[in-house]
Nanobody, 124 residues
Framework: QVQLVESGGGLVQAGGSLRLSCAASGRTFSTYYMGWFRQAPGKEREFVAGIAGGSYTSHYSDSVKGRFTISRDNSKKMVYLQMNSLKPEDTAVYYC?????????????????WGQGSQVTVSS
């Protein structure tokens, strides 16, 4: 079992930066593919970024590519999402998730474990 706890959300002006952190428990953290998703009111949960456990290969949605950076520290069982050049449309609840890697890494169905979510609000 893996338990995930996000932190680091908040209110920021457009153009600003935030760093989300996700703390994981469990002995097999390094074997999981870790993803960040977000969900805005009235919208479906969408993939933001993901990172593999061993190769550290990362993936990004087109909407955040070049602005967000995902990273992980397996020794600390932590995953991070550095968000720069934030836009009002980035406003959402951000979720950390863990799953077994497949080519469907962008689909919420691939992930077995989810955090409680962290609110990010970007004002214009």
């Amino acid at each position: 079992q893996v338990q995930l706890v996000e932190s680091g959300g908040g209110l920021v002006q457009a153009g600003g930066s935030l760093r989300l952190s996700c703390a994981a428990s469990g002995r097999t953290f390094s074997t999981y593919y870790m993803g960040w998703f977000r969900q805005a009111p009235g919208k479906e949960r969408e993939f933001v970024a993901g990172i593999a456990g061993g190769s550290y290969t990362s993936h990004y949605s087109d909407s955040v590519k070049g602005r967000f950076t995902i990273s992980r520290d397996n020794s600390k069982k932590m995953v991070y999402l550095q968000m720069n050049s934030l836009k009002p449309e980035d406003t959402a609840v951000y979720y950390c998730a863990a799953g077994t890697y497949s080519s469907s890494y962008y689909s919420p169905q691939m992930y077995h474990h989810w955090g409680q979510g962290s609110q990010v609000t970007v004002s214009s």
